[in-house]
Every structure is written in C-alpha cells, then in structure tokens.
C-alpha cells in the first residue's frame, strides 16, 4: 500500500479468493455478530458488512438479491438480516460495526489481530467493559473519568432501554467480582 493509490487492500490473494474470504468473514460476522481475524481482513470486510446492513435497511427487492449474493447461506440469515439486525440499526445513519485491536492471535507469524463485531448486539464488547469500569469505580468509591463517561454515551445511544440494560449490567458485573453469585428472583421478592 506505498503510495496511497490503492482502494483496497489486496490481502495477497487474487480477485476471487479475496471476494470470498470477504463474504465468509461477513456471513460469519451476521451469524455469530463477532468475528476474531486479522486487523486488515477485519477492515475491509467491516466496509462490505457496512454496506449490506445500510442495504438490509432499505428491505427492498434489490437489497434482498445484494444480499443473497454475498452471504454463504442466505435462507438461514436473510431473516436475521432483514428482521433483528436492520430493525437495530434502523435509527442509526452508519457505524454499524466496531473492530477492536488485540494481541496477535499466533505467536509464530505475530499478525496484528483484531475483533469484529456488530455494536449494540448481545455480544458487545465496549458494553461490557464499559459495565465492568463503572462497577469497578463504583466499587472503590472513585468518580468516572472523562473517557468512561464518553463510553457510557457511546454504547447506552442508540440501544433501545439504554441505560436501564446498562445499569443491570453494572449491578451483574459489581455481584460478580464480590464473590455474589447473581440470583434469578428480584431483590423485591422475598
């Protein structure tokens, strides 16, 4: 990529092969709704994933024979697609997906590794540890520096119940790291 004249990046493979990595990554991003991969694959295959969910929101016959033509098995996630995912994201403009750096997943080739995941989903990382930094604040009596408050905007925004799903959160990951196994009634219940 010297220069800066390329539009994509080429991932050593050849036109084919790269197209069907890039919709393998993304069929798996659909149906698991966080991918571990490599920090370039994970780039360009947030672009395309990008693309499909904005084309999901518009639920038009055309947006359906796109998706059909990049995701592995449609009938099994043309309904995820289309119901829950486009419905998640229908108040959003963009941004649909996140990629996290991480430690390099094999020690041998020490390739830069990363996380792809759809935001606001079950399987939100910044969520979580966002949760877990509150809950550790809270814990030793400390306020909540800038950027924890920043991340509390960014992962309760767009949620639907936001904040209520956040503070439970809380209140799960503070049970967990003092040693409280959270029960299944309510605190009312007694």
């Known amino acids: 990529m010297a220069g800066g004249h390329v539009k994509y990046r ?4 050849d036109s084919a092969h790269r197209q069907a990595l890039l919709r393998n990554l993304v069929t798996s991003l659909i149906k698991d709704e966080a991918i571990h991969t490599t920090w370039p694959k994970a ?29 592995y098995n ?5 309904p995820k697609l289309f119901g829950e995912i486009a419905e998640r994201y229908s108040d959003r403009a963009s ?10 997943k094999d020690t041998y080739s ?6 792809l995941e759809l935001c606001d989903g079950p ?29 509390i905007k960014k992962v309760t ?3 639907k119940g936001g904040m209520a799903e956040f503070e439970e959160w809380v209140k799960k990951t503070a049970e967990l790291n003092l040693g409280v ?5 309510s605190y009312g219940d007694e």
């Open 110 to 115: 020490q390739a830069p590794s990363a996380i």
């Open 123 to 151: 399987k939100d990382m910044r969520f979580a540890m966002t949760a877990a930094t509150v809950a550790r604040d809270r814990r030793l009596g400390q306020p909540h520096s800038e950027l924890t408050l920043k991340n």
């Open 43 to 71: 780039k360009e295959a947030q672009r395309l994933a990008e693309k499909l969910i904005t084309k999901a929101k518009k639920n038009n016959e055309t947006s359906r024979r796109i998706a059909q033509g990049i995701l």
């Open 181 to 185: 196994v959270p029960s299944s009634k």
């Open 157 to 159: 925004q767009f949620r």
């Open 10 to 13: 080429h991932l050593s493979r």
């Open 74 to 78: 449609p009938h099994d996630l043309m």
């Open 95 to 104: 941004g649909y997906t996140r990629v996290l750096r991480t430690e390099p």
